[in-house]
């Protein structure tokens, strides 16, 4: 599960960079009064807590790490050993957002982790090498947003994901208006549509369920999205739609096509399918020979349809 707003933002920095840090929690306090973050570096550290526990702590939960880089933050040896080590990690995890913020012009480029991230301020250029000290934090503060921006969109992704998922359940439940509720206003955006997910839509259309008015050409296009997701029971809803013409034109070919793709791997549903469109596109010609061998095919793996067609024509199974 994403991590959800306010996202725990975390400082680390050397101590001679402690003013630099207050002018950013500054920049910052409007994401704060938002709700978007929450910024913590060791100064918020209450009276009677471990330092180092407390710090530990907060870094093992931070969703964004900021590296506060100058040559006092690569001289500290407490910040190489512990605190860089544990960021890089949770990064690397990809539990953490890890960005170096250049507060003052040093080799921070030799630096082989570091140099692989997007930095701020922007091009790289250290807060202290700008003419208004205000525009660069601006520009940092902006480079937080639009991660910030990034994680509350994979959050909602997330939570609009599992609205689908209860949605299926619903469905299975027999709740079908709240299941149609659900998926009538996710249904524009495939991130979120399983292809089962587009079946279940497609039923309720097809069938004017759950308070959906029925409409076979709505639910033809549902079905082929999940169709096209290689979800056999759509590929077979879309031959029989094209064979019977229900939201689209007959086209025996199509359904045919249709039939084959749910059937690789022997389903023997879609052979019966097979069995019944060339029983209906051969009757009274006397030839059904292909008929016959797809109902075969159905009737071995056990399918009672398949065996009462082949009964119904006379044929054994």
Known sequence: MPPSPPFKLFIIYAREDHLALLELKAHLRPLEKRGDLTVWYDGEILPGEKWDDSI???LETADIVLLFISKSFFNSEYIEKEELKKAFDR???SKATVVPVIIKPCLWDVHD???SLQVLPKDGKAVSSWGDSDEAWMDVARGVQKIVEVKVAAYEEFL???DVKQALVFYKEYKVQEAYRILSKHEGNPRLMTADAYYILAEML???EGGAKQNYAEAFGHYLKAAQRKYKPACIQIGTMF?????THKNFYEAEQ???KAEKGGDSLAQYYLGALYEEEEEGTGNMESAVIWYRKAA????LKAKASLKSLGYSE
């Open 91 to 93: 990064h690397r995890k």
């Open 160 to 162: 609009a994901k599992e």
């Open 243 to 247: 064979q019977n013409g229900y939201g």
């Open 56 to 58: 530990k702590a907060e």
């Open 300 to 303: 071995v793996q056990g399918n």
């Open 206 to 208: 097809f069938y004017g």
């Open 113 to 115: 982790e570091i140099a």
């Open 258 to 260: 249709w039939y084959l």
